[in-house]
């Protein structure tokens, strides 16, 4: 047999008091090597404040991926007391969106930090907004639900972007499908419902009023959604100026008018949407709320995917028979889904995951579960249910988010195979010696790392070894073995 065959069956279910491996939402984790050592470092794509972004090569996984330098003789003394590079890395760790680009890893020499993430091929959403086709409203319909989508999800983590804008709004790809990807959290910082947030952030164009006068709450994000939305139909922002000052004191007026002949053409909803977004603080909508108004309703479709199809009834199957376990194999697993994994192989699972989020707060719930997933779970009792919503970081949830459902859904056949668990312990494997570590495999897993001896244990009691380290061989007929 091949190291991609598993039998799910044989994994075994731990029960909550025995001390578990932590596998982390998402695996940022901090790369002990140098960027250079590797990726291929290729041409720049943008530049900001006091970093640049490049695309790069992994040379593991050939995979064509981004890279933002930041660099450090750059960093302002607010970012350096603010801890602003590291604030940005706890940020992405605790989010899990399909719509957040895909970061893996990041690097730190003398010089500089290096984020890497995927490489959106689509290039800005602002190309697309300024080059002056017209944008039917349906596609407007389309961008703006996965923005607010992913506001509301970040607000619902006391996290406020505070600089949506098209340019920080990525296109996955240059093909027609308009899958978005929000980048850039440079500004991103927590909140707390209790108190305001102060201190001017973001870009003239796309501030609130209220920003301005730097005292505001996370709504400055829905406002910047307002703003997006007008330029996505007409092309222009509804606030402008020659100067910075100018379009600051047009903000501050809050005038704009919906009588651009682009907007001859737009429904009532749609009008009514933006009047909602670009409204004082106190009557705006929040995303939440945004993304239930009419408007969303006009071009509500469930397309692209047939859920009598049998990669669909595949995925049901997944779920149902998905046994929490948190072992070893997990953690190989959860690695190579976020690590060495392509686009091909994960955005099938990754359109599952968006057709069944109806309510598009990016989880997975009972109530999801139950609407598309009736026919999986008729025969199997509720049995499946509960286990997918258990176990995860340690906590047991009524809900997945997508990381977490890519680990249940994806076919172990897919993820298991000799190629990716040979990448993956070569990525592991540091010195390239053939050895992989519990130190290592923590590293790479668990974002704060401190349970060492409960990794060292499962890799002795999963190789029968005493050491807490193991090789290629071993790796590989454990996989056989399932
Ligand atoms: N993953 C990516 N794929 C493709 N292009 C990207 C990616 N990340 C960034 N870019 C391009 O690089 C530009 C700058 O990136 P980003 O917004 O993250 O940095 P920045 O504006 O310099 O950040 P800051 O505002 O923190 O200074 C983006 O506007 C986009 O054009
Ligand atoms: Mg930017």
Not at 325 to 348: E, L, Q, W, Y
Not at 444 to 463: G, R
């Given at each position: 047999m091949g190291c991609g065959k598993t039998k799910e069956k044989t994994l075994v279910a731990?029960?909550?008091?025995?001390?578990?491996?932590?596998?982390?939402?998402?695996?940022?984790?901090k790369h002990p090597k140098s960027f250079y050592e590797e990726y291929q470092s290729g041409n720049k794509i943008g530049t900001g404040g006091f970093a640049e972004v490049r695309r790069c090569t992994h040379k593991t996984t050939c995979q064509m991926r981004a890279v933002k330098?930041?660099?450090?003789?750059?960093?302002?003394?607010?970012?350096?007391?603010?801890?602003?590079?590291?604030?940005?890395?706890?940020?992405?760790?605790?989010?899990?969106h399909p719509n957040l680009v895909k970061v893996y890893e990041y690097f730190e020499d003398e010089k500089c930090f290096y984020i890497t993430m995927e490489f959106c091929k689509g290039g800005e959403l602002f190309e697309k907004v300024s080059n002056k086709?017209?944008?039917?409203?349906?596609?407007?319909?389309?961008?703006?639900?996965?923005?607010?989508s992913i506001v509301s999800y970040l607000h619902e983590k006391l996290i406020v972007h505070r600089d949506i804008k098209p340019e920080n709004i990525l296109l996955e790809d240059r093909d027609g499908d308009f899958h978005i990807k929000i980048a850039d959290f440079g500004n991103a910082i927590f909140f707390s419902k209790a108190q305001n947030i102060k201190g001017q952030a973001g870009t003239s164009y796309y501030m609130s009023p209220e920003v301005i006068d730097s005292e505001y709450s996370e709504k400055c994000d829905e406002w910047s959604c307002g703003v997006i939305m007008f330029m996505l139909i007409t092309g222009c922002p509804p606030f402008i100026g020659n100067s910075d000052d100018e379009i600051i004191s047009n903000v501050k007026k809050q005038e704009y008018s919906l009588e651009n002949p682009s907007f001859a053409t737009i429904s009532h909803e749609a009008k009514d949407l933006i009047k909602s977004l670009l409204t004082p603080e106190n009557n705006r909508l929040s995303a939440a709320d945004?993304?239930?108004?009419?408007?969303?309703?006009?071009?509500?479709?469930?397309?692209?995917?047939?859920?009598?199809?049998?990669?669909?009834?595949?995925?049901?199957?997944?779920?149902?028979?998905?046994r929490p376990?948190?072992?070893?194999?997990?953690?190989?697993?959860?690695?190579?889904?976020?690590?060495?994994?392509?686009?091909?192989?994960?955005?099938?699972v990754r359109d599952v995951f968006m057709f069944l989020d109806e309510d598009h707060d990016g989880k997975i719930d009972d109530h999801d579960i139950g609407k598309y997933m009736n026919k999986s779970?008729?025969?199997?009792?509720?049995?499946?249910?509960?286990?997918?919503?258990?176990?995860?970081?340690?906590?047991?949830?009524?809900?997945?988010?997508?990381?977490?459902?890519?680990?249940?859904?994806?076919?172990?056949?897919?993820i298991l195979t000799k190629k990716n668990v040979l990448m993956a312990f070569g990525m592991l494997d540091w010195y390239k010696n053939g050895v992989v570590t519990a130190e290592m495999l923590m590293?790479?897993?668990?974002?704060?790392?401190?349970?060492?001896?409960?990794?060292?244990?499962?890799?002795?009691?999963?190789?029968?070894?005493k050491d807490g380290s193991f090789g290629i061989r071993q790796i590989c007929e454990m996989i056989e073995g399932g």
């Open positions: 731990i029960t909550i008091d025995t001390p578990r491996l932590k596998i982390h939402k998402t695996l940022i984790w330098i930041y660099y450090k003789n750059l960093f302002t003394a607010d970012y350096v007391s603010s801890n602003g590079f590291h604030n940005e890395i706890e940020i992405f760790r605790r989010i899990d086709t017209k944008i039917p409203e349906r596609t407007v319909c389309l961008i703006m639900k996965q923005i607010l945004a993304l239930k108004h009419p408007w969303f309703e006009l071009f509500k479709e469930k397309q692209g995917l047939q859920t009598t199809s049998d990669f669909y009834m595949k995925i049901q199957e997944n779920i149902r028979n998905y376990s948190c072992n070893f194999k997990d953690a190989i697993k959860a690695f190579i889904i976020s690590h060495v994994m392509g686009d091909k192989d994960i955005r099938p779970f008729k025969d199997g009792g509720n049995e499946g249910q509960i286990n997918i919503f258990k176990y995860f970081e340690g906590e047991t949830r009524g809900f997945l988010e997508y990381n977490e459902f890519l680990r249940v859904a994806l076919e172990d056949s897919l590293a790479a897993i668990e974002s704060n790392a401190k349970d060492v001896e409960i990794w060292k244990n499962m890799i002795e009691e999963t190789f029968r070894k």
